[in-house]
């Protein structure tokens, strides 16, 4: 089953650093090994003004979850990771998930 890993950005400290940063994430995750698919969205402001719950997500998709798992025991994972936690001045999170055809 296609798994995918997603990184969910929290909202930064400078939403102008993250995006001065976000282009070399994503050139970075198209060399991770075994990567079919790669998907950026930032997440829309809330019509309130109030601050969104969350300010980017990554997506990443694999043939499977053993594909997935070999790529983030690379070397091309460690540039990746090391540069999603230093655009991630909110927080990230990194989550596998398993990609279901509805």
Do not use: C
């Amino acid at each position: 089953m296609p798994t995918k890993i997603t990184a969910i950005y929290e909202n930064p400290k400078s939403p102008e650093e993250f995006e001065a940063g976000h282009h070399e994430q994503i050139v970075l995750a198209k060399k991770l090994p075994g990567v079919q698919k790669v998907e950026s969205a930032k997440v829309w402001p809330k019509e309130d003004g109030s601050a969104t719950p969350a300010y980017r997500v990554l997506d990443l998709y694999f043939t499977d979850y053993a594909a997935a798992s070999r790529a983030v025991t690379t070397e091309e994972a460690k540039a990746f990771v090391g540069k999603a936690f230093e655009l991630a001045t909110g927080g990230v999170r990194l989550l596998f998930t398993d990609v279901e055809d509805v």
